[in-house]
């Protein structure tokens, strides 16, 4: 089982960037891929980007590409999310997730393959 939380939140003008982290806990956080979705009012979750288990592999919403990178740093059981060149359209909460299945070689990107999952952390991006 793996809990996680997210932190660095807040507000930030449009063109600016934000890290954002999610510290995890238990024993099982290095086998399996993480996950960073994100949902604005109205709107259905998203997935944002994630990463294998082993941080070799990395996926991104087409919304992201080029903007975003996701890391890991296993020994710390955290996961990073750097935000660049935001618009008003990243405004949303954001969560971080965790996959159901260790060692999984895919990075699925419906939120139904994720088990656990933080609270979020809000982002806005002002105009």
């Known amino acids: 089982q793996v809990q996680v939380v997210e932190s660095g939140g807040g507000l930030v003008q449009a063109g600016g960037s934000l890290r954002l982290s999610c510290a995890a806990s238990g024993r099982t956080f290095s086998s399996v891929n993480m996950a960073w979705f994100r949902q604005a009012p109205g709107k259905e979750r998203e997935f944002v980007g994630g990463?294998?288990?082993?941080?070799?592999?990395?996926g991104y919403a087409d919304s992201v590409k080029g903007r975003f990178t996701i890391s890991r740093d296993n020994s710390a059981n955290t996961v990073y999310l750097q935000m660049g060149s935001l618009s008003p359209e990243d405004t949303a909460v954001y969560y971080c997730?965790?996959?159901?299945?260790?060692?999984?070689?895919?990075?699925?990107?419906?939120?139904?393959?994720?088990?656990?999952w933080g609270q979020g952390t809000q982002v806005t991006v002002s105009s």
């Open positions: 997730a965790a996959g159901r299945l260790a060692y999984a070689p895919y990075l699925p990107q419906n939120p139904r393959e994720y088990a656990y």
């Open positions: 990463i294998t288990w082993s941080g070799r592999g990395t």
